[in-house]
């Protein structure tokens, strides 16, 4: 409301601040705005459970009043089997420090030139989606993808992020853990009390039902990492699957949804008022 999206202040955002402002900020809109004042089904993609689950470790109550249950998809916490190619890339010193030259707060703006040369280069040059998304997380040829969907897709993304999230990311992956952000040394000891960021605490979320839903073959959220959440919160988890033959993109531009049919009667069974 008060900062100009091309200055640096605004784009001054990770994953945590997403979680811990934005998504109450949404829910509580819903809430008072939805005549039932209902709480709601929140599903999550990739990016979207990370900034939940961080959220989670620090305002639990909130969440358990606005959040009936969270869906999952291709969850995102710790990275520490993680084979993006894209994360690999940033984390080198010199990309780094060629963004912050630049003053390139924005990554992936999603502007009508960045949609229109995604859309020419997808048209033209049938390999540029299967490179796009293989910096970022998986194969586009897998069995559970729609070829032709991926096309649509790729039209628009990336959709844009700051490079606080991405660096965000990135320390994930480098320090094998979940943690929070690294504004190193004496910024860390002012906000956290230590040198170090402390990891999230994701253990102790309890009492708010999770499904989670891994893909095999995920090589962003990748099945060792879906696992190893699921063992820290196995207490509140009501339905986890790790489906074969399905990568990160797969829960947006599969073949069928056949997968979500486990998820969705679950969520009827428990929640009769959805239909």
Partial sequence: QTLDPKSYEF???????????????????????NLTHQPVVYFGHSQGTAMLFAALTSKLEFFKEHIKVFVALAPVARLSNMSSNLLKFVQNGQVQ???????????????DEAQEFNSYMNRHFSSYSSWGLGMLSD???????????????MKHFPCGTSLKCLNHF??????????MYDYKDEANVFLYK???????????IKDIPIMLIGGQEDKLAAPGDVNWLYSQIATTVVYFK????MGHI??????????????LDLIKQRYSNIQ
């Fill in 170 to 179: 990135v320390q994930i992956y480098q320090s094998k853990i979940f943690t």
């Fill in 242 to 245: 790790i489906e074969p033959e």
């Fill in 194 to 204: 230590s040198i170090k960021p402390p990891e999230y605490p994701v253990q102790n």
């Fill in 139 to 153: 194969d586009s040829t897998g069995k559970a993808n729609d070829k032709k969907q991926i096309g649509v897709y």
């Fill in 11 to 33: 784009w001054q955002f990770s994953l945590h601040d997403m979680g811990n402002m934005d998504l109450p900020a949404v829910l509580t809109y819903i809430k008072k705005t």
């Fill in 97 to 111: 420090e060629l963004f912050g030259a630049a003053n390139a707060c924005e990554m992936f703006p999603a502007d």
């Fill in 250 to 263: 797969s829960f947006l531009c599969g073949n069928d949804i056949e997968w979500f049919k486990g998820v």
